[in-house]
T-cell receptor, first 109, second 113 residues
Framework: GQNIDQPTEMTATEGAIVQINCTYQ??????LFWYQQHAGEAPTFLSY??LDGLEEKGRFSSFLSRSKGYSYLLLKELQMKDSASYLC??????????WGAGTKLIIKP | GAVVSQHPSWVICKSGTSVKIECRSL??????MFWYRQFPKQSLMLMAT?????????EQGVEKDKFLINHASLTLSTLTVTSAHPEDSSFYIC?????????FGDGTRLSIL
């Protein structure tokens, strides 16, 4: 079967760095997405990785290792507004997105 | 950038009413759109995949006669919740595929009294 695993909840301090991990097992692979979702709102796109390595975009970076079925989202200089759920999703061989359950990130002052 | 418009944002109606939700891709053509449902504190759940000009593909456990999907053009898909009941109250979100990316609408919060 297809499976996406990510921690349910994480807590970090304002100004610090946090890494949210995602492991996956899917039927084929056409890229991995990270989305941010604030409570009561729709998801917003953060990043897309299809090749191994690190993609940096401002305070957010995303890493992919296809051989290990592993990705992480790295958030630097955390701000209170970063409190949200972070969703990992993998596009399978049918170009369908398989969603993880999301990681709720709590930022404390 | 690509924008997906979803309307309405909020719906409150009586039990037994049918509710139509629209999803439009504003600056790109989307042959494939997706409809999700999300209950509080739960993850996104794919309900169906909508393909322009053909019948939607429903996920297991989703009643196709209750959740009618029409994708009549390359920029519009509609979801109609027929004879809605309180248990259908949820947050419904559409997304449209552009190449490999999926762009989400802002969601529709449906409350059935």
């Amino acid at each position: 079967g297809q499976n996406i695993d990510q921690p349910t909840e994480m807590t970090a301090t304002e100004g610090a760095i946090v890494q949210i991990n995602c492991t996956y097992q899917t039927s084929g692979f056409n890229g991995l997405f990270w989305y941010q979702q604030h409570a009561g709102e729709a998801p917003t796109f953060l990043s897309y990785n299809v090749l191994d390595g690190l993609e940096e975009k401002g305070r957010f970076s995303s890493f992919l290792s296809r051989s290990k079925g592993y990705s992480y989202l790295l958030l630097k200089e955390l701000q209170m507004k970063d409190s949200a759920s972070y969703l990992c999703a993998v596009m399978d061989s049918n170009y369908q997105l398989i969603w993880g359950a999301g990681t709720k990130l709590i930022i404390k002052p | 950038g690509a924008v997906v418009s979803q309307h309405p944002s909020w719906v409150i109606c009586k039990s037994g009413t049918s509710v139509k939700i629209e999803c439009r891709s504003l600056d790109f053509q989307a042959t494939t759109m997706f409809w999700y449902r999300q209950f509080p504190k739960q993850s996104l759940m794919l309900m169906a995949t909508s393909n322009e000009g053909s019948k939607a593909t429903y996920e297991q456990g989703v009643e196709k006669d209750k959740f009618l999907i029409n994708h009549a053009s390359l920029t519009l898909s509609t979801l109609t919740v027929t004879s809605a009941h309180p248990e259908d109250s949820s947050f419904y979100i559409c997304s449209a595929r552009e190449d490999r990316a999926q762009h989400f609408g802002d969601g529709t919060r449906l409350s059935i009294l």
